[in-house]
């Protein structure tokens, strides 16, 4: 199995739904930085990462780990193939991250 790089590309925050929905004082992800990298051996979740990240990736983390040199949704998405940007499920501070084959 090839090894997979996820990248942390921002942490966003939506101040809107925030200040109708969210706690006092939510911010912006607390667990992750931009520029945090993460190695998935043999499609294996990486210490340290969160279960929201983790959950968002996975299938792709999979997919390019058995060597699935996919152009995901046939060219339709992102230019480069065997590349997936995903966002984390959190509706008021997603983080969004780089999946790609190594």
């Known amino acids: 199995m090839k090894d997979v790089k996820l990248t942390i590309l921002k942490c966003t925050f939506d101040e809107e739904l925030a200040k109708e929905y969210g706690v006092a004082g939510l911010t912006a992800c607390p667990v992750h930085k931009p520029g945090e990298v993460f190695i ?14 983790w959950d968002a990736c996975k299938q792709m983390v999979f997919a390019l780990a058995v060597g699935n040199d996919v152009d995901f949704y046939d060219g339709t998405w992102v230019r480069e193939k065997g590349v997936a940007i995903q966002a984390c499920n959190d509706g008021l501070r997603p983080v969004i991250i780089k999946v790609e084959a190594l």
């Open 40 to 53: 998935c051996k043999g499609g294996d979740r990486p210490q340290g990462i969160c279960g929201g990240v």
